[in-house]
């Protein structure tokens, strides 16, 4: 009998620990932060809206749009974005609009996923023109 209940507490443990490493909440929806950076350089900032979509392992989240200004030398932070899990978040594509013919200077985009606690930095380093432009960055 003590065998038994040795077994069965062992087992229970390693199904505690298995669950607290799952990605994504029972529903399969997880919880994503956005946070960007404007770089702190002349004329750095914008007033266009910005655009954003994330690809993983297992799909893509919608596209989502900022409508704010991103300041000079700024860090701000969006969220909760709730998506169902794509998986590990390989890349985005980042991009802003032409309407108000500034440029923009991006430094990064870091997406903290909330289950897991991860971090994923998506360094961008570039000016985006004038007009509207989108490209794709790689995350780590």
């Known amino acids: 009998m003590k065998i038994r209940t ?12 298995l669950t607290a490493v799952v990605p994504a ?5 997880s919880t994503y932060y956005l946070t960007f950076r404007t770089g702190n350089l002349p004329n750095a900032d914008t007033e266009d809206p910005v655009r954003v979509t ?3 392992t297992a799909g893509n989240s919608a ?5 704010r200004d991103f300041n000079r030398g700024e860090t701000w932070t969006s969220g909760p974005h709730r998506h169902p899990s794509f998986g590990t978040v ?13 440029a923009w200077y991006s430094e990064y985009v870091d997406i903290h996923e909330e289950a897991t606690g991860r971090v994923y930095h998506c360094a961008v380093n570039e000016w985006f023109p004038k ?5 794709f960055y790689a995350c780590s």
């Open 63 to 67: 596209p989502m749009q900022f409508d």
């Open 6 to 17: 040795v077994l069965f507490s062992a087992a229970l443990a390693v199904l505690g620990s």
């Open 90 to 102: 390989g890349y985005i594509s980042l991009g802003k609009g032409g309407r108000e013919s500034d």
């Open 131 to 135: 007009e509207s432009l989108t490209r």
């Open 25 to 29: 909440s029972a529903d399969g929806i």
């Open 54 to 56: 994330m690809f993983g």
